[in-house]
């Protein structure tokens, strides 16, 4: 069956030059980069390169680059390396579950939590941020880019709104890298977490940025590796294909792959839109990332539109990966004003390197038809005056 993948939020494919650049670190060059022999040089090389590709990403210095596994441990990192108990930290609802449950753990070893809210387009206002900050706040930790609706924080007035109160600021850029450029200068953070496997590298392989000077806490002990900052072996070639995939993704600001996948994205929104009733774009109108929408169809179950496109080819999501099946609606939908039967009523559709035109025409063609069949047995749907035959 012809089968057509749009859930590149949830994890992306490893690129073929990925996978290339990383497959003799399985077989002949497998050093320990901790070893003194040849082949521990020879690792010790490889992760260094990684380092100095995924530093040039984000225009930072490769000891700033701690490597960890993946998201997940570095927001853990960058929340527990600093905060403790009796501090102040300011967050968002619309986090991934790895910051707000973090934040949820950090509550309750007695660390105080603000969630500052959001507007209707998901955004949060830097001056809320400004307003929450206390005494005893210690971290401000803001999502840059929201891995279900694609919406991007203001995270450079964040960062002066942290730096003037001299206040550290974190923020998960998992689903900014790659789609959009990321100036660690700029933004003015002191901490900011990537994942390979959102960028067309392999799974299980990411990195912190800690600023020069910021003081962290291992969550790990163990060896010195990582400066210190994260013991355990490297994952040597996990981080050879991350280096890989984070040189790919700079490239692609200035080959026209970003802009190629906008494209497809802007016509895949505008034509689902323009061809069905009863359809809207979740956070319409606000910055966003180029490879992601978020359609609410009214009257449907998500759950029941995924299940019914997959069995035509076509992958998609209900919101983040790990609440797929789960009957809760997104936090994030509803934490922008959704009510629950909208947030269930979204879909996702998120764009990777590897989608071309002729996917998009495969999903125009298939989305339609499959809202239509499922309307048809919704009890709720009642089809506008001017469609009727
Ligand atoms: C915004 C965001 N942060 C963190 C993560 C977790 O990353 P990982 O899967 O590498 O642990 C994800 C993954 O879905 C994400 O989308």
């Not at 590149?8 to 650049?21: I, R």
């Not at 009510?339 to 125009?364: C, V, W």
């Amino acid at each position: 069956m012809h089968r057509v993948y749009l859930d590149n939020n949830a994890t992306s494919p490893t690129l073929p030059e990925v996978f290339e650049a990383m497959r003799p670190y399985f077989l002949d060059k497998f050093g320990n980069a901790s070893s003194i022999h040849q082949q521990g040089q020879q690792a010790r090389a490889a992760v260094e390169q990684a380092r100095e590709r995924v530093a040039e990403l984000l225009n930072c210095r490769p000891a700033e680059i701690v490597f960890t596994s993946g998201g997940t441990e570095g927001d853990n990192l960058a929340l527990f390396g600093l905060v403790k108990p009796g501090d102040h930290i300011i967050t968002s609802p619309v986090e991934h579950h790895a910051v707000l449950n973090a934040c949820k753990r950090l509550e309750q070893i007695g660390c105080e939590v603000t969630n500052v809210p959001v507007d209707g387009r998901a955004q949060v206002d830097p001056e809320d941020v400004r307003r929450a900050i206390r005494p005893n706040t210690k971290l401000i930790s803001i999502i840059f880019a929201n891995n279900e609706t694609g919406v991007l924080q203001n995270v450079k007035e964040i960062g002066k709104v942290a730096a003037e109160a001299d206040v550290y600021f974190h923020t998960d850029a998992v689903q900014a890298a790659g789609k959009v450029p990321i100036d660690v200068k700029v933004i003015g953070c002191d901490l900011l977490s990537l994942t390979a496997h959102k960028m067309h590298g392999p799974q299980g392989a990411g990195a912190l940025y800690v600023r020069k000077g910021t003081l962290l806490q291992p969550m790990f002990y163990g060896g010195r590796h990582e400066r210190s900052r994260r013991a355990g072996t490297e994952n040597l070639p996990g981080i050879v294909g991350f280096g890989k995939a984070a040189e790919i993704a700079r490239l692609g600001f200035m080959d026209g792959s970003v802009e190629r996948i906008a494209s497809l994205r802007d016509n895949l929104e505008k034509t689902i839109v323009e061809t069905l009733d009863q359809v809207s774009v979740n956070s319409a109108g606000a910055p966003r990332v180029p490879n992601t929408t978020n359609v609410v169809f009214d009257c449907l179950e998500g759950e029941a539109m995924v299940i019914a496109l997959d069995l035509k080819g076509l992958s998609v999501s209900t919101g983040a990966a790990c609440s797929s099946g789960a009957i809760e609606p997104s936090h994030v939908l509803t934490a922008m004003g959704l009510s629950p039967d909208r947030a269930r009523a979204s879909i996702r559709f998120s764009l990777g390197k590897q989608n071309t035109e002729d996917d998009i025409r495969f999903a125009l063609q298939l989305i339609p038809e499959v809202v239509t069949r499922l309307r048809e047995l919704s009890p709720v749907y009642k089809k506008p005056v001017s469609a009727r035959a």
